[in-house]
Each structure stands twice: as structure tokens, then as C-alpha cells.
């Protein structure tokens, strides 16, 4: 009987390959999305993703997966486990990144020609606010609690805090030149924000609002000017935070506990955007220029893979089975 | 004024988290047009707007950041002749005007120096000039156009790098053309190409494009261009832009063409979309109505230079500004890809060049196998001990 329902699983395994994880990649020039299984890391599917597809995320259920079509000027929504495209939300022109609140609603996306971030009810499909912010929008991050959603703005180099009940920017920080990235840690005792130009990484402490700490990043025989942070992700037990340096073609490697970078990840070129699978067991690094994926073992900091998918790959997100 | 309290009330709202006095930073843009020869092309006819359309971007950019500041960004616009043109500096800097852009030629823009002494700092962001940056620098003149030997030595290291190593050099009859050649031969000097052979084209008024006129330059430039020295690659030396366009294709032998046209070096182009480019470029195409020019980036530049200081200065006073934009600190970002800051010995602005080919950036100088002690980007133009200017020395 035991045998009976091995086979039984296999079978059905087989009829449904999607009970793997699944990685969702947008690939900009492509305009399409490639999806990698998360265990094999085999191509799996390609979908159109509208045009130039950059910003992507998923439902906190998995169910659907989230694209900022820029040169639609939309979010383009996909059923996760069909592929089948659903009703697009409005986005404001030129979405490039955004976040969803933890809850899964509403969706907050940065206008990058048009200094606003745009907040979407995801179920009514309604445009909430229009919150103006810097020049460039473009980093998303949202605390823990949902409380605070973060906007980078790329010309205007600053951190902008958004209260999500009043829409209002309640602080704003000055950081390094052409910020990119906000990332919480997982408890929320600090957030991350990375600075493309500046070649730093920003660690404030939320409560205060102000710079505690700065990351800065050498590698021998690298130009420091190569060295352009940009993804930021950290691990939800807080050990490890990671960052991609763009042209470096390097993931750094950083300690929570020190914010001393510990390693550097040799990946593919012009690495852009990070995610990790579910259970925080892969990095998956996103290389605009190799038009590839490489594949990040987390605990022993080892590259072991790396996949071609789309032309220009440019954001991914896992989603859990 | 009721305008500007009603900026100052928005800059309050909008400024949680950085506590700040509230102030208003006057900034203009003064283009002095001269009457020119028009250039061959009528796609390279200069817009109303030349120049005073990038102050408009870069001037928004700063007063959008400077909501969340507590500062107001204002720029005055002024079209002037080369016989007005001090008047009119003097009662910019008269009403409250301390940071001026100059789109000028370089007899024009060392007068407006001259004129402003201590009272202004001005931002060239046309006159190409090497004599700016060296033997007629001035303290009060920063540089946001590239020298002609910033411009050369970018197109320089990558025909080394293409190991076309010789040049058969044509330049135009006027004095700024020879300059301009001046500049390539430096540059020649410099990286270790050998000039073979350099020809004068002199300008007699004659054959355009228009009516017929293609038709002889059909026939003149093969002639004009026959029995050179064996070359790699002609590099043609014309600041104006009045004949460089005939050569590709006209010349006798098959040889690329370089310089002023063909393979150009230029501090921006309108298909730049590396490095966040594209966002400037939609910004500004929305805003002018019309792909971006050199000259607009180049006052963008200066204007964002402004705004930087601003920014991290926290302040609006004239003195403080101006040291942080001429200090080390000023870390431009401009869509280079690496962050930009004033020359401290000559003003001048150190950015890498594009080399651009019609519809596309073909590379980008400082080509990365020239490695400099201080910044790759020093590898372009006058460093500091070649450089006649006595600023820092």
C-alpha cells in the first residue's frame, strides 16, 4: 500500500511538474518571463511579459505573480500556476519596482518617470493614492508590519518613509548617490538601502531614521567605480545579507552582526536583482548582460549553477509549492 | 513673491526628518548666440531652446528635491549678443544671481569671467577650448563641456585600442578648427598614433548639400582626400560642424572616418541608455519636446552640480555652495555610470565620453585598459602636472 501511494505520488509528480518551487525571472529586452523549476533549475515555461518587464513579485499565497510592464505603463498579473494572464492593474507611467504589503494588498509602485509612487488596490484594481516623492522613484521596501513603505529616489538620493495608513512621508534620508534598493531585515531592526553610484549600502536604524552604518565594498583587481550595489536581500533569520554589485558581476556576502562584508560570489554579468527560494535555501542572482540566472547555495556562500533564460533578465521572485 | 511663498510652504510640508532654514538658490542660464554658418546637416540646426531646455530639466530635478529640503530652486533665462552679453551678466549678478551657466564661444566666456569676478561662479557648458583649461583658466570658471583634449584623447584611446594607430588628420581653415586639430595632435602625442599625413580644408563659401551641391562634393572630396600617406582612419577636425559630415563615404580611400564626424565623441547623445540614461532621456523629451543636445546635459550638469551642493550642504549661502561644488566631496551622479567632480587645478568637469555613430554609443572612453593613479577618467584631457593652469599650484 506504502508502494502503492510512492507510485501514486510519482504518477502525480509527473501529470504536474509545478510541485517544485517555481522562479519566476522578467527579462526587460526579452519582454517575456522565464520560469525556472526551483529544484532542477530547468527551463520550465516562458510567458510574455508585456513590454519591458522589470519589477517582479507574488502574492504572499503564491497565487499570482506581479509584473511592472514598463513600456505599458501598467502591472501585468499572471495566474502562477496557469501562466494565463488576468486583468492588469493600473501602475502610473513607467512602473520600474514595487512592493506588495505584507498582508498582500495594496501593491506600492515606484513611477520612475513621474516622481510619484502609485498605491493599487489589488482586488478593486483602484488607484489609492499618488504619493509625490524624489526624483527617479525607484527602490521599494516595506517594514515587517507593514507600517512604513519605503521609496528610494535615484536622482534625488533619498530614503522616503510612506505611512501606509495616511499615504504622507512621515521621514527622509539622505543616502549615497542613486539609491536602488530598500530592504528590510526580517524583524525589522534595520533597513537597507543600496547606492548604486555612492558604491555603498546604507543601514538605518528605522526607529530613528538616521545612517548608522556604512557598507563599503573592494575587490582586488575590480575598479571601484565597477562595484555598484543595486538587490539587497536578507535571509529571515537575519544571518546573512546579500548584495548585488552590478558590473563587478560579484554578490557580496555581509555579516548582520558586524555589517563586514565576509565574502565576495563571483555570478554572471551586470547582477542586478536577488531572491531567494522559500525556505531561504537559494539565491538566484539575475545577470542583465550574460542573459543568465546563477544559482546561490546560501549556506555555504557557493555558486553552484547558473541558467540562460531571457534577453536581459532583470527582476525574480520564487514561489513556494 | 506671493509665488515664492507658496514654493516655501510646499518645501515645508514636505521636509520631515531634515529640519532645515529655508532658502531659495537663484540660479540662470545665459546663452550668447553669435551668427554662424548653418551646418551641413538641417537635422544639426541648433533648437530655440538650446541649452536653456536642459536648466529647465535640471532645475526641476533640483526643485523636486528640494521639497523634501526646505529649498526652492528658481533659473533665470537670458538670450544675449556677444556686445550685450556682460551687461546683461552684470544685472543677473546685480539682482541676486551668483551661479550662472554660460553657453558661449571662449573670447565670450573669458569676458563673462571677467566681468563676474568674485561675485559669481559660472559653469561653461559650451566653449570647448583647451586655452579655457589651461593658460586662460579663471577661479570663477568651472568647465561642465568637455575640453577638446578630454574630447580627443577619448576617441584617441579607442582607435589605439582598435590599433588604428594611424591617422591621416583633416582639419577646417578656421582658427577654431586648427585648435581643434591642435587637440588630436596632442592626443596623437599622447597615445602613440602617428599623424601620416594632415591636409587643411579650406572653406570657400561653396558646394552644399543643397540643390545640386552633393553632386560635387561627390567629386571634391575623393580628390581632396587622394594620394594621402597610408592611414588607419581619417580624423576630421571641424568645431563648427560646416564640412566633416561630406567625408564619410567620399573618401578615396576606404578608411572610417573620426572625429567631428563618423565615430564622434561627445559628452551625450539622444540614444544613451546605459546607466539610467533612458530616464533622463524621457524626462527631458517630455519636458523640450525634443531629443536632448550635448549642450543641454551639459547645463543639466551644471544645474545638478547646484543641486547636489544644495542637497548635502544643507545650505543656500553662495560661499559654502561653491566650495562644496568645487570640493572633493561633489559625487555627480549623471547617468555615467560613476560618480562626476570638478578638476581642482582647472575646473574642468571629469566625465567619461561617449563615442558615439549615428543611432548608437559605439563604446564608451576611458577605455579600461588605460588605468591612472588617481581616476581612470584622468586619463582624458589635461591632468594636473601637464596643466598650464595655476588654480591649485
Known amino acids: 500500500m506504502a508502494r502503492f501511494s510512492a507510485l501514486l505520488a510519482c504518477s502525480l509528480l509527473g501529470a504536474t511538474p509545478a510541485l517544485a518551487d517555481r522562479v519566476f525571472v522578467s527579462n526587460e529586452k526579452g519582454n517575456d518571463i522565464t520560469v525556472l523549476d526551483g529544484t532542477t533549475f530547468e527551463v520550465i515555461h516562458t510567458f510574455n511579459g508585456g513590454q519591458r518587464p522589470r519589477g517582479i513579485t507574488a502574492s504572499p499565497d503564491g497565487k499570482v505573480i506581479y509584473v511592472c510592464a514598463s513600456d505599458d505603463n501598467l502591472v501585468r498579473v499572471f495566474d502562477a500556476h496557469t501562466y494565463e494572464e488576468l486583468p492588469s492593474l493600473p501602475s502610473g507611467p513607467d512602473p520600474e519596482l514595487f512592493v506588495l504589503h505584507p498582508s498582500g494588498n495594496p501593491l506600492y509602485i515606484a513611477n520612475e518617470d513621474d516622481n510619484i509612487v502609485t498605491v493599487v488596490d489589488v482586488e478593486t484594481r483602484q488607484v489609492l493614492a499618488e504619493v509625490p516623492v524624489g526624483v527617479e522613484p525607484e527602490g521599494m521596501g516595506v517594514s515587517p508590519d507593514g507600517k512604513i513603505v519605503i521609496n528610494t529616489s535615484e536622482t534625488t538620493n533619498m530614503a522616503h518613509f510612506i505611512d501606509t495608513e495616511t499615504f504622507e512621508i512621515v521621514q527622509n534620508v539622505l543616502v549615497d548617490q542613486r539609491p536602488r534598493f530598500a530592504q528590510f531585515m526580517a524583524d525589522g531592526s534595520a533597513l537597507l538601502v543600496s547606492s548604486e553610484i555612492g558604491g555603498t549600502v546604507s543601514v538605518i536604524d528605522p526607529a530613528t531614521a538616521q545612517v548608522t552604518h556604512k557598507i563599503e565594498f573592494e575587490v582586488p583587481g575590480v575598479l571601484p567605480e565597477a562595484l555598484q550595489p543595486v538587490g539587497v536581500r536578507a535571509t529571515q533569520d537575519g544571518s546573512k545579507v546579500f548584495v548585488a554589485l552590478g558590473p563587478a558581476n560579484r554578490v557580496a556576502v555581509i555579516d548582520p552582526a558586524t555589517w563586514e562584508v565576509t565574502d565576495y560570489l563571483l555570478v554572471g554579468q551586470r547582477v542586478w536583482q536577488l531572491a531567494f527560494s522559500p525556505d531561504d535555501k537559494y539565491l538566484f542572482t539575475t545577470n542583465g548582460n550574460s542573459n543568465d540566472v546563477s544559482v546561490i547555495d546560501v549556506a555555504t556562500n557557493e555558486v553552484i549553477k547558473s541558467v540562460q533564460v531571457g534577453q536581459q533578465p532583470w527582476g525574480v521572485v520564487v514561489v513556494a509549492e | ?393
Open chain 2, 1 to 393: 513673491m506671493r509665488l515664492i511663498w507658496t514654493a516655501l510652504c510646499g518645501a515645508a510640508a514636505f521636509a520631515p526628518g531634515l529640519a532645515l532654514a529655508q532658502s531659495e538658490i537663484r540660479a540662470a542660464v545665459l546663452r550668447v548666440d553669435v551668427q554662424q554658418v548653418a551646418p551641413v546637416s538641417r537635422l544639426d540646426l541648433p533648437p530655440e531652446d538650446l541649452g536653456i531646455a536642459g536648466g529647465r530639466v535640471g532645475t526641476a530635478d533640483n526643485a523636486t528635491t528640494g521639497q523634501f529640503m526646505g529649498q526652492s530652486f528658481t533659473t533665470a533665462e537670458v538670450i544675449a549678443t556677444p556686445e550685450t552679453a556682460v551687461a546683461e551678466l552684470q544685472k543677473l549678478i546685480e539682482g541676486g544671481t551668483h551661479f550662472i551657466v554660460t553657453l558661449a564661444d571662449a573670447a565670450t566666456t573669458l569676458q563673462l569671467a571677467d566681468a563676474a569676478g568674485d561675485t559669481a561662479l559660472l559653469f561653461n557648458a559650451r566653449a570647448t577650448e583647451d586655452r579655457l583649461r589651461n593658460e586662460d583658466c579663471r577661479a570663477n570658471l568651472l568647465h561642465t563641456a568637455a575640453s577638446d583634449a578630454q574630447l580627443t584623447d577619448a576617441l584617441a584611446q579607442f582607435l589605439m585600442w582598435k590599433k588604428w594607430d594611424e591617422w591621416f588628420l583633416v582639419e577646417g581653415s578656421r582658427p577654431e578648427d586648427t585648435a581643434l586639430a591642435d587637440a588630436y595632435r596632442r592626443a596623437a602625442a599622447k597615445f602613440g598614433a602617428e599623424i601620416t599625413e594632415s591636409r587643411v580644408f579650406e572653406d570657400t563659401g561653396g558646394a552644399r548639400s543643397t540643390d545640386s551641391g552633393h553632386v560635387q562634393i561627390q567629386a571634391q572630396i575623393p580628390v581632396f582626400t587622394q594620394r594621402a600617406e597610408d592611414h588607419d582612419v581619417v580624423v576630421a577636425a571641424d568645431a563648427t560642424g560646416w564640412f566633416a559630415a561630406y567625408l564619410p563615404y567620399h573618401t578615396w580611400e576606404a578608411r572610417p572616418v573620426a572625429g567631428s564626424a563618423g565615430l564622434r565623441p561627445q559628452t551625450w547623445h539622444p540614444a544613451s541608455e546605459a546607466w539610467g540614461g533612458t530616464q533622463f532621456q524621457s524626462r527631458f523629451e517630455k519636458s523640450a519636446g525634443r531629443p536632448a543636445r550635448e549642450e543641454d546635459y551639459q547645463v543639466w550638469e551644471a544645474m545638478r552640480a547646484l543641486g547636489e551642493a544644495a542637497t548635502r550642504s544643507q545650505s543656500g549661502e553662495f560661499a559654502t555652495l561653491a566650495a562644496y561644488i568645487r570640493g572633493p566631496e561633489l559625487k555627480l551622479a549623471a547617468y555615467k555610470g560613476q560618480d562626476l567632480s570638478f578638476r581642482d587645478w582647472d575646473g574642468q568637469l571629469r566625465q567619461p565620453i561617449l563615442l558615439t555613430s549615428g543611432p548608437i554609443t559605439t563604446s564608451v572612453s576611458p577605455q579600461a585598459e588605460y588605468l591612472h593613479q588617481v581616476t581612470q577618467l584622468d586619463t582624458l584631457g589635461h591632468d594636473r602636472a601637464e596643466s598650464k593652469c595655476m588654480l591649485t599650484k
